[in-house]
């Protein structure tokens, strides 16, 4: 069983226990970081759409049956509203000693202010072609 946590603080410390319950294969930490809405949506690489809590958990249940990920969010480039945070990363995923193993994810996570504080409502992942894209860290942008 995951530890039991509370997101009431910024969209940054409920994207950081985010990846945190991912590197610790913590389904139930994971699961408490997305919004009660049933509307959630989560895509992984290459694979559909998944709509509603069910449905997301039985999918990273199957992921993390081979344990949990090493998953580093770089370059964030962050818009800000008073109800929405939308954060674009890339994901380095590390996999193992081999780096020419390792792989990055160009990802999108998309948050909402709800009563219980900052929620995941979205997380949208495609795996790059190519090498890893050398940006500059673009700043907030604030509407």
């Known amino acids: 069983m995951g530890k039991s946590r509370k997101h009431g603080g910024t969209v940054e410390e409920v994207e950081a226990a985010y990846y945190d319950a991912i590197s610790h294969a913590d389904i139930e930490a994971l699961m408490a970081l997305w919004a009660d809405d049933e509307e959630i949506v989560c895509v992984h690489p290459g694979a559909p759409r998944l ?5 997301i ?3 990273w249940e199957t992921i993390f049956q081979r344990g949990g990920l090493d998953i580093r969010p770089v370059q964030l480039h962050a818009v800000h509203n008073m109800l929405t945070v939308v ?9 193992g000693e ?3 193993q390792d ?7 998309v948050y909402l202010k709800t009563p219980q504080g900052w929620r995941l409502a979205m997380h949208h992942a495609s795996v ?5 894209p050398q940006e500059p860290v673009i700043a907030s942008v604030l509407h």
């Open 51 to 55: 709509v509603g809590h069910a449905a």
């Open 57 to 59: 958990r039985a999918a």
């Open 87 to 95: 954060h674009n990363v890339i994901e380095e995923v590390r996999r």
């Open 98 to 100: 081999d780096e020419s």
């Open 103 to 109: 792989m990055h994810i160009l990802a999108t996570n």
């Open 128 to 132: 790059a072609p190519g090498k890893a």
